[in-house]
């Protein structure tokens, strides 16, 4: 039998057990003597306790509030309430127009106006609104946002290079120097919102004509879609892409250029930094009616290259579908529905404006941080 010494049990008496402390750094063992008095002096003190830990759960509203508060997420925004509001408005004109464009039904405003209340009720003046609104939330906010974006980078650009010197490329021995003042920001990014919104919404586009045109073949958003695609694949809701690029480009640009034109000549006249509402109502239709009336021709093409394999005579290209016009109504015939068009055109443009400006204020306002 092996008795323990006095020393011995002491030493064993006196053996200290730990613990383990971890946090997301590590991991540390401390004995519980000092844990336990960790504990009781956190207890004590808990405000001026070093050791004391606190969880605070992610502040996800103040996150969405910074995001919101940036510049090209609040133009974004911008354009899609504005569109929104101004289509909820305008959807009875936006039907009218189409349908004379296409050469569905009466050729006046009022005959389509009747035709359309006999046939399909008060409701057929939405024809199509939902894809409309599906359709115009995402274009309008993808549109005014890529406008913003490239006016901006495009005037930055042009600072650059006027304090660098003009842009230089060299091929081999050969050297190129390219000057950007003769760029027009406005123009340009123009030109670009009309492309990459048209790339990105055009089976919007498509859907929102077949609904409107043919609400007997396509009743709602689902059979077209089904229909469409099972006619034609992928690339059906994708036909008439090019001519509605070419129809795009110079509506865009001009439709950009002259609402920039007439505002800051505008405000240069008036001596003043910003347009009231209404001011901004006259200017946006003014912009409107100008990018439509020089476009228009483009315009009625292009809808009837959309809408003419319905009829079964769908032109093979643009300028088939322009001869094609002119062969069977004369010159006027490129104009027809032009009416109807800047009926809708102006107080859209000018809404749109209108609502897109306020938001942009309400949405950039600069807020004190709590």
């Known amino acids: 039998m092996i008795q323990k010494t006095p020393a011995q049990t002491q030493h064993h008496h006196q053996k200290k057990s730990y613990c383990v402390m971890e946090d997301i750094y590590g991991v540390m063992m401390v004995p519980k ?3 336990l ?3 009781l002096h956190s207890l004590s003190h808990k405000k001026s306790s070093p050791f ?4 605070r759960a992610p ?6 509030q910074d995001l919101v508060k940036t510049r090209e997420v609040s133009e974004f ?4 309430l504005a569109g929104a509001m101004t289509k909820a408005i305008l959807a009875p ?3 009218i127009r189409t349908r004379m464009v296409v050469g569905v039904g009466s050729k006046n405003i009022y005959g389509s106006f009747v035709q359309i209340i006999e046939q399909q009720g008060w409701q057929g003046l939405w024809a199509g609104n939902a894809i409309n609104m599906l359709r115009i939330v995402p274009t309008q906010a993808i549109e005014l946002g890529t406008f913003e974006y490239v006016k901006r980078a495009v005037t930055s650009a042009q600072e650059k290079s006027n304090q660098t010197g003009n842009l230089k490329l060299n091929i081999g021995h050969l050297s190129l120097s390219f000057s950007l003042s003769w760029l027009s920001p406005v123009a340009v990014a123009g030109a670009a919102a009309g492309i990459v919104s048209t790339l990105v919404c055009h089976p919007l586009e498509v859907l929102k004509d077949r609904l409107t045109v043919s609400p007997e073949l396509y009743p709602n958003l689902s059979i077209a879609v089904h229909k469409i695609y099972k006619d034609g694949g992928i690339g059906a809701l994708y036909s008439g892409l090019s001519p509605t690029l070419i129809g795009m480009l110079p509506y865009s640009t001009c439709y950009y250029f002259m609402y920039e034109t007439m505002k800051k000549s505008y405000c240069f006249a008036k001596k003043k930094e910003s347009l009231t509402r209404a001011e901004l109502l006259l200017v946006g239709a003014l912009s409107g009616l100008t990018a439509s009336t020089i476009s228009f021709p483009l315009e009625v093409a292009r809808k009837r290259l959309m809408v003419g394999a319905l009829q079964g005579k769908c032109p093979p290209h643009m300028a088939a579908a322009l001869s094609e016009v002119v062969k069977e109504e004369g010159l006027i015939g490129l104009y027809r529905g032009w009416a109807a068009s800047c009926l809708k055109v102006m107080p859209s443009s000018g809404i749109t404006w209108m609502f897109y400006e306020a938001w942009k204020e309400i949405l950039l306002v600069e807020r004190p941080r709590p």
């Open 52 to 55: 004391h830990l606190q969880l």
């Open 37 to 39: 008095q960790l504990q």
């Open 77 to 80: 925004l911008s354009g899609a």
């Open 59 to 64: 502040d996800l509203g103040r996150a969405f």
């Open 93 to 95: 004109l936006e039907t």
């Open 33 to 35: 003597e000092l844990q």
